[in-house]
Every structure is written in C-alpha cells, then in structure tokens.
C-alpha cells in the first residue's frame, strides 16, 4: 500500500497518456491534416512557453562563480558531447523501432515514442512532484502534469501515432524512481524548490525543451535538421554535479 501511495501520482499520469493516446488514435482519422498541423503548433508554442518559464530559474542563479547560463551551457555541451559518444539519439530511435516491430506500429511511431518521452519526463514537474508524491504522498502536482500530458498526448497522437502511447513506460520508470528515492533525495534536497542543483536541472531542461518546441514546429524537416534533444540527456545528470564541484572549489 506504502509503494502505491508514493507513487499515486505517476500511475495517474500514466493513464492519462494512454487515455490521451488512445482519443488521439480514435479522433486522428476524422480531424483533417491541416487542423493536425494546427494544433501541433498550438501544442509546440504552448511548450516552448513551458520552456522559456523552465529557463527562468537560471535568471539570478549562481554556481560558484558561474552565471546560471553559463553552467547550463557547460552542462548542455559537455552532455550533448557524452551523449553523442553513447549514440543516446540512436539508442532511443531503436528502441522506439524495436517497439514498432514489436506492436506492429506504422508511420512516425519512433519520433512519436521519443518526442513523448523526452517531453513528458523533462521538467521541474517531474522532479519535485515526484519528490512531494513520495516523500510527503501529495500527487497534486503530479496530477496537474498528468492533466497536461493527456492533453498533449492527444495532440501528439494525431500527428505521431500510437507510439506516443508507449512513453507511459517512460514515465512510469523515471517518476517511479524518483518518487520512490525521495526518501534519500529529502536528506540532500531539503528544500527542492530552492536547491542550486534543481534549478540549475530545470534551467538546463528548459533549454532542451526549446528543442522540442522546434522540432514540434518544424517536424517536417529532415533529421539532419532536428535539434538532437536525446543526446543533451547526459545534461541533466551533471548539473548536480557540477553544483557539487563548483561548491568544493568555494
């Protein structure tokens, strides 16, 4: 009971991916393409919205001696570095083919499944609402993220296809992790809201954000044009870290 009360929020949001998806799946046929288009980009500015509101946590910040900025810059090239070294864009792609095969998925099923993934799982929402569902059992927050991702999940589905749907394991993993861990994490991050380290994530996530906004917006380009958003992942694990060195060279 104890493991479901902690992770109340993430099963809520869970279903309402698939809930959105599988509308998406039944409306995507009789909703005309050019009103797909549109609302792809009502979806897109509204991100790109969320994104510029995630990288106002940089605005004031200081990491050592290091402009808020400047640190998500350094988190995002050392990242975007790491993760083209683990092809992590590549790893993703083929998961996502792996589950087209698999479930016999047709069109944009993979760009579906990666951009819900990276979309949904990016955010301070899923950091601290995770971190309040598991260490003080309050989904609030969760269920307002939920509330948001079935809506896009909707949107996405009728321009991606069921691929969006499979994300829903992609959230259940990472909030599931994270709202389990709060525990160990409350003793480090008595304060996440505040914490260099959380917002120096959500500045660093926000930016990467801007990268899907753009890919939603131009998603007809071709992959040479795509912001490669899985790769900047690695970003998100040293920005913590690089809190921690910059705290030790104080």
């Avoid at 995630?54 to 910040?61: I, Q, R, T, V």
């Avoid at 200081?62 to 900025?69: A, D, N, Q, T, Y």
């Avoid at 990268?211 to 380009?221: E, P, V």
């Amino acid at each position: 009971m104890d493991f479901f009360l902690k992770t109340s929020g993430t099963w809520i949001n869970v279903v309402t991916v698939l809930l959105g998806t599988f509308l998406g799946v039944i409306l995507g046929g009789r909703i005309p393409d050019r009103m797909n288009r549109t609302l792809m980009q009502v979806l897109a500015v509204t991100t790109l919205y969320i994104a510029i509101d995630m990288g106002g946590s940089l605005a004031g910040l200081s990491i050592g001696k290091l402009p808020g900025i400047i640190a998500a810059l350094i988190c995002l090239a050392l990242g975007a570095v790491i993760g083209e070294v683990l092809q992590l864009e590549e790893h993703l792609g083929g998961l996502g083919e792996t589950l087209k095969e698999k479930f016999k998925g047709k069109g944009r099923f993979t760009e579906g499944f990666v951009t819900a993934s990276l979309l949904f799982c990016i955010g301070p929402m899923t950091i601290i609402g995770s971190i309040q569902n598991g260490l003080q059992l309050d989904p609030k927050t969760l269920i307002l993220k939920a509330t948001l991702d079935g809506i896009a999940a909707v949107a996405l589905t009728g321009v991606y296809g069921m691929g969006v749907g499979f994300s829903a394991v992609v959230v259940l993993v990472v909030q599931g992790i994270f709202s389990l861990a709060a525990g160990g994490l409350a003793s480090a991050l008595p304060n996440p809201a505040t914490d260099p380290g959380v917002l120096l994530i959500t500045g660093t996530g926000g930016l990467m954000i801007t990268g899907i906004s753009f890919n939603l917006l131009f998603g007809s380009f071709d992959s040479a044009n795509r912001v490669r958003v899985g790769s900047f992942l690695p970003a998100l694990v040293l920005a913590p870290l690089l809190v921690w060195l910059m705290n030790l060279l104080k």
